[in-house]
């Protein structure tokens, strides 16, 4: 099997599981949308859009939004949720691989790329595809899991517990907080902020970690503890 078709299969699973819930939900999306400010008449690019819930928001929002992911599963998905409502929202949606990026040179204002960019096996050719298709001065809102932290640790105890366990996801990359800044700064970026969100402890081994959420309700609490959070910006 091919990462893109098991990509398919594992989009098609979780839509299929639950169709109506909201992407534009999750606390990278809530974290990614404090930052953006107005995007009206912007023009972004969402890399790896997934099933869309993003993109429709943006777009709500006034912006001109195109959406790109590897899997047709997930684009097809996309554009079931797009028209879920009557009138679909003008949305772009585009089949490309985030490690060569159907696009020109300085086409978007702003790249959003949300826990994608541990699913890749070219970390840094895809960084540097996000860096092409931005123009100058335009920005690149990225979220990626960080493993410096208790999360971390628990992995190191998984991998030596369970050593048959398997990633839900067909490709899945550990990092922590460092390599991404650096992968970042070597495509070409310059990191004008850093935050965090979502603290989780996984106290009891076999269970759901406990999320703290009282430690992301304020900012710059938040912005101190990003680099133990679980998702980094």
């Known amino acids: 099997m091919t990462l893109r078709s098991a990509y398919d299969a594992w989009h098609q699973r979780i839509y299929d599981a639950a169709p109506d819930h909201e992407d534009a939900s999750s606390p990278w999306y809530r974290l990614v949308s404090e930052h953006l400010g107005d995007v009206s008449g912007l023009r972004i690019l969402e890399v790896a ?18 959406g790109c992911d590897f899997s047709g599963a997930a684009l097809h998905a996309a554009r079931l949720k797009l ?30 790329s949300c826990e994608t960019i541990e699913h890749l096996p070219q970390v840094q050719a895809a960084l540097a595809e ?22 971390g640790l628990y ?14 996801q067909p490709f899945d990359r550990r990092q922590w907080f460092p390599q991404v800044r650096r992968w970042l700064r070597q495509a ?13 402890f996984p ?10 959420e009282s430690l992301e309700s304020h900012r710059a609490v938040r912005k101190l503890l990003s680099p133990f959070a679980y998702t980094y910006s």
Not at 50 to 55: A, D, I, K, N, T
Not at 83 to 112: E, K, M
């Open 49 to 66: 859009c997934g099933r869309g819930g993003f993109v429709r928001q943006l777009a709500r929002a006034g912006a001109i939004v195109t």
């Open 83 to 112: 028209c879920n409502n009557g009138q679909p929202p003008p949305v772009t949606l585009v089949q490309g691989d985030a490690q060569s990026l159907p696009f020109a040179g300085d086409s978007f204002d702003v790249v959003i």
């Open 130 to 151: 996000m860096h092409r298709v931005t123009r100058p001065g335009g920005k690149l809102y990225l979220t990626t899991p960080n493993y410096f932290n208790f999360m």
């Open 155 to 168: 992995e190191i105890y998984a991998r030596f517990r369970h050593p048959a366990r398997r990633d839900d």
């Open 188 to 200: 070409g970026w310059t990191i004008l902020l850093t935050d965090g969100t979502v603290h989780q």
């Open 203 to 212: 106290f009891i081994p076999g269970r759901n970690p406990v999320r703290w």
